[in-house]
């Protein structure tokens, strides 16, 4: 049984050490990938907030010039001049149109990187699979206190939990990209819409938010690993 739980022991420490040194190998690369998400998702609250001072803007100037052009063209039977009110209406959905497209490419860009993020960590979470089997391994195995000290089990314990919570973080990033790519697909086929535009937005956002986790995650467990005592 010694021997059983040395090499459980064995494992836990190995993978330990390849996981932190992946994470330090990688971690630039990761904040850079996260920066750009963080850019690009400040570039879409910006484009949403212009796109609602168009609207108030819009809606305020037809409203007022609407009302007066169209008790002109009613006094004067001008259809043509009732119809002119409508344009500045029609800039503004024009303009909100071109936020929808350049949005929906700022969100394909996002996927694109969101992979990459992926691709990145792989390895990692890979590590981390085995890391968690390993701290469970390790408390199936019942053992004697001068084999393994108490406050080992009790990290060993926190360490799986923790693993645990970077894997869901790692599961939460995967989906994340996939209802982004969901969404890139059909905006390659049908124009988006304003719910589409909507989307894209909270999508973009919550990227760079659960990437973020990614990293805080795989740091902090880092640290942990570091105080364990094998």
Do not use: W
């Amino acid at each position: 049984m010694a021997a059983e739980v040395s090499k459980s022991m064995y494992n836990l420490q190995v993978h330990s050490t390849v996981f932190s040194d992946l994470f330090d190998s990688r971690e630039a690369k990761l904040r850079k990938i996260v920066g750009e998400f963080e850019k690009i998702s400040e570039e879409v609250k910006n484009l949403h907030e212009t796109e609602k001072t168009l609207k108030t803007a819009g809606a305020t100037a037809a409203g007022v010039v609407g009302l007066g052009v169209s008790i002109v063209a009613a006094l004067l039977g001008h259809v043509g001049l009732a119809a002119g009110a409508a344009v500045g209406g029609t800039a503004v959905a024009g303009s909100c149109m071109s936020n929808i497209k350049t949005v929906s490419g700022r969100a394909k860009k996002v996927q694109e990187l969101g992979e990459e993020f992926m691709e990145i960590v792989e390895p990692i979470k890979k590590e981390l699979e085995d890391i968690k089997k390993a701290c469970e391994e390790l408390e199936q195995e019942p053992v004697k206190t001068d084999e393994q000290p108490e406050t080992s089990l009790t990290q060993v314990s926190t360490l799986k939990e923790r693993s645990s919570g970077v894997l869901g973080a790692f599961k939460q990033r995967r989906m994340g990209i996939n209802e982004l790519k969901v969404l890139v697909e059909k905006a390659g086929k049908v124009s988006p819409s304003p719910e589409d535009d909507v989307k894209f937005k909270e999508s973009i956002q919550q990227t760079a938010v659960q990437s973020q986790k990614v990293i805080d995650g795989c740091l902090s467990l880092k640290e942990e690993l570091s105080t364990l005592v094998l």
